[in-house]
C-alpha cells in the first residue's frame, strides 16, 4: 500500500490557463473520488469514479471542469481558462467498496494558485 | 455545500487535557466519519461509526452518535502535541436504495491547538 499519490503538489499558473492534475489512487481501490478545499472550509466534493464509470459530478462544478479516469486506474481533472476563484487544494482520494461505508484514503493535494 | 457543523471551530488546550469536538449534521445517514488533517496535508481517517451504533472507541479517541438529535462527538483524551490539527467530521447519506453512496460530506472543522 504505497497511498494514494498526486501530481504536482503545487501548481502557479495565470488566469486563462488551463491546468491538468493527475492522481494515482491505491491499486486495489475501485471508487477514486476528487474534493476541492479553500482556506478554512473542510473539502467539498467535486466529482467521482466507480471503476473507468463517472458516477456523479457536482453541480457547483462547472463546464471549465473535467475528470476522467481512463481504463478504471489513474485519474486527471482538467481545469480550462482558470479563474483566481479557482485557487485552492484538489484533494484525490480513493476507496474500496464492498457493502458501503468503507473510509476514503486521501492523497496530499495539489495547491493551486491563480494568479 | 456543507452537511455537517463542526463545533468549537477552534480549540486550544494543554497537553494531557481532553478534547470534544460536537458535530451536527442535517439529514438521515447511513455512518458518520472523523477525519483529521495537518497543515498542508491530505486528510487521515480516524474513526467510523454506523447509523445503528451510539459509540465507539479506538485508541484515545472514542466517538459517540445521537441520530436523534443529527449529532456526533469525538473525544481525544489525554491530548499531545501532536495531535495539533484540524479534525472533519463526514457523512455518508444514504441513496434511495438505503444503502451508502460512498461519497462524504464534509463539515467546516475545527482547529484543534494542544499546547505542550
Known sequence: DTGVSQDPRHKITKRGQNVTFRCDPISEHNRLYWYRQTLGQGPEFLTYFQNEAQLEKSRLLSDRFSAERPKGSFSTLEIQRTEQGDSAMYLCASSLVRTGGEPLHFGNGTRLTVT | ?116
Open chain 2, 1 to 116: 455545500s456543507q452537511q455537517g457543523e463542526e463545533d468549537p471551530q477552534a480549540l486550544s488546550i494543554q497537553e494531557g487535557e481532553n478534547a470534544t469536538m460536537n458535530c451536527s449534521y442535517k439529514t438521515s445517514i447511513n455512518n458518520l466519519q472523523w477525519y483529521r488533517q495537518n497543515s498542508g496535508r491530505g486528510l487521515v481517517h480516524l474513526i467510523l461509526i454506523r447509523s445503528n451504533e451510539r459509540e465507539k472507541h479506538s485508541g484515545r479517541l472514542r466517538v459517540t452518535l445521537d441520530t436523534s438529535k443529527k449529532s456526533s462527538s469525538l473525544l481525544i483524551t489525554a491530548s499531545r502535541a501532536a495531535d495539533t490539527a484540524s479534525y472533519f467530521c463526514a457523512t455518508d447519506v444514504p441513496n434511495a436504495g438505503g444503502t451508502s453512496y460512498g461519497k462524504l460530506t464534509f463539515g467546516q472543522g475545527t482547529i484543534l491547538t494542544v499546547h505542550p
